[in-house]
């Protein structure tokens, strides 16, 4: 398909900036305490992001950063919608489960469902509206534990597949698999069990497959609107492969982050009303 004829929907967004960002524990295998962060220019390459998907025509909300809660500015972690109705988060790590009640608030007006298992919100679901009539991935093994994933199908009425992360590097979903519309999905078969890329491959016959180089750059930890893919400027190759498929690139600076162990879909939510 050609890159014209890719539709891209318009969005909205929540993004939280990284006011309090610093890399002071180490909760994953990308985070280094040893080494300072640049909050100066965490915030700029934030900003940047936040200004293309507005750029692209896109809404962004912004979350209220809050002080002792430096991973909050990864937005994406705090909860997961879907048609109007939010399923929150309850965080693996007690570094981060007070964020859970700021993303609560945010969801005011909103139908909630508080969740009685570990879950980390878009980090380890991913929405498909247009397969199987509407389809959520989840990811477990790491973070989220696999009785949220029965939960969020409760919650939200639409079928959940789970499937089983294996390699700590990609801990969350959005490391490993990214929707690139409303039907299909790019993603790096050796994160996840045998069984679990039966699934994917019999499910998405034409998903984009990324390799370890793609998923180490962050290449797919992405946000796309259907036809543009926002991406790290690292994953020049997955780029690449996006554009192949039809897609365009769009890529962002967001070095600071990956320090923290996120890009930058981990930096956005995105809010299905
Ligand atoms: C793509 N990823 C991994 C995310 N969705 N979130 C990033 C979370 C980073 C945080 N330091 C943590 O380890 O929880």
Redesign the pocket.
Known sequence: MSDTERMPRVRTYLMCPPEHFT?EYA??P??DTTVPVDAALAGKQWELLRTTLIDLGHTVHVLDPVEGLP?MV?A??GAFSVDGRVYGAR?R?PQ?SAEAAAHREFYTGWQFIEPEHVN?G??DFAYLPGAYGGVILAGHGF?TELPAHAEAQEALGRPVISLRLVDPAF??L??ALAALDDHNITYYPEAFSPSARRVLAQLFPDAVIADRADAEA?GL?LVSDGRHVILNTEATAMGEKVRAAGYTPVHVELAELKR????V??AVAELRA
């Open positions: 890399v909760i994953n990308w985070m991973d990864y994406a972690n965080f790590h981060r980390e878009e980090g973070r801990y969350h959005d490391t962050f930890n923290g162990g996120g890009s879909k981990c």
